[in-house]
């Protein structure tokens, strides 16, 4: 009998990790890994590698203070997709469910020459908004599903 | 957290020898500078020339300690690197922070008063 062919061609690749701060740089690193071969061959690439890295590390940095409320040893797990002309990094973890309007969350503003009220926080999902061209946000049973998408 | 000290003029330069300031290490960051202030250090100038990556936690700690320094001195930033730099662009702190291209030129400045 004849193997199944793939009903498109799409690559997958996924990596695992449990809830600890220190483990955020490996995890992080590899989805950049994954995604290389994807990029376009030209100096936009750094940056898109950059921005990747970047806004996977302020996923995995929330579900682990919010989702698992700081808690290690907990799963999450990554996955890297590609298709042609996008990639999408879908984040999975078991905690508690964000609040509604979370990824949404606007930059923050602040006044820059009036030093003892700048912002010390909330640049996370600012961060992710204008690097990512969509983010999706699925609660599906107990778990989180978090969905990076970016054109390349 | 690996930070070597060095005093140029009358600025200590403080050039964080590590990759990244995350998450993971961005409270120990924090306390390895407000230790320099808390001696009484408060002209210092942060060279990040060996950090490639700064992610929005470390930056909130880098924040926090320009606002524990207050009026006491000045923080400025020298050496960021191209990852770095597009961090402080994106979140507005680079209208914050005194930039220098590098340690040397932050200290100089510094010494202009």
Known sequence: ?????????????ECRLTSELESIAGAARQVMVYCRPYLPADRQSEAIA???????????????????????????QLQVKAEPGLLEVHVYDEGAKMPAGTIRSS???????DISALP??????????CQMDQVRYRREGNRNHLTLIKAV | MDIEQQT??????????????????????????????????HDLVLDLSRVEFVDSSGLGSIVGTLKYLGQRGTLALAGLTQPVQRLFQLTRMERVFQIYPTAADAAEDLQKG
């Open chain 2, 8 to 41: 140029l003029g009358r600025a200590l330069v403080l050039s964080v020898c590590e990759n990244r300031i995350d998450a993971a290490v961005a409270l120990e960051f924090r306390d390895a500078i407000r230790a320099r202030i808390d001696a009484g250090q």
């Open chain 1, 120 to 129: 010390e926080g909330g640049f996370g999902w600012p961060l992710i908004n």
């Open chain 1, 50 to 76: 950059a921005a990747i890295e970047l806004c996977v590390t302020e996923v995995l940095t929330n579900v682990i203070r919010h989702a698992y409320g700081g808690a290690g040893g907990r799963p999450i």
């Open chain 1, 1 to 13: 009998m004849a193997m199944q062919a793939p009903h498109h061609a799409e690559t997958e690749k």
């Open chain 1, 107 to 113: 930059e923050v503003d602040f006044d820059p020459t």
